[in-house]
């Protein structure tokens, strides 16, 4: 079986991967300020939805030493009231994967409700619960950890595209 029967088979062969950066981790307080959806067809790229974004607050040090996004990478970007229905259009009824989706998820949530949007999602699939399952041997499951283990580049691991 090949990877495009194989991702068929399993229900993957059309699905976005999610990543977010953002200015913090309390989803009430912190801001995304970086989104990127990943539009995957029969194991391919298709389609993508990447943009950095202006928060309403600076960005602190920490996040900065973190992700190497600064204020002045955001300063001419858009708001995320400004891209949300985009993305929301993007993501509609698709599979989304991502690594810890609740947190980014979580985010995301907090936006809609926000601004009044409904998001529609056909499923969400977990790789860090997916890792923990299914690679329990490993000591680690974060990215690079994982990235590594597979002799996948890490370079930039802290940018939501990368």
């Not at 992700?67 to 990478?73: A, F, K, L, V, W």
């Amino acid at each position: 079986m090949n990877n495009e029967e194989l991702l068929k088979e399993i229900g993957l062969n059309d699905f976005i991967s999610l990543d977010l950066e953002t200015t913090g981790l309390r989803i009430s307080d912190d801001e995304i300020i970086e989104i990127s959806a990943i539009h995957f067809k029969n194991g391919e790229v298709f389609n993508e939805f990447t943009t950095l974004l202006r928060p309403s607050k600076p960005i602190p040090k920490k996040i900065t030493e973190i992700t190497g996004i600064t204020n002045s990478m955001v300063s001419n970007s858009p708001t995320i009231e400004s891209v949300f229905d985009d993305f929301l259009n993007f993501i509609d009824n698709h599979i989304i994967i991502a690594h810890n989706i609740s947190f980014d998820i979580g985010f995301i949530k907090e936006y809609a409700n926000k601004y009044a949007k409904v998001i529609n999602v056909r499923d969400l699939c977990d790789t860090l619960l997916l890792s923990r399952s299914f690679l329990f041997f490993l000591d680690k499951f974060n990215l690079e950890f994982l990235s590594s283990e597979f002799g996948f580049d890490h370079k930039d691991a802290h940018r939501a595209r990368n």
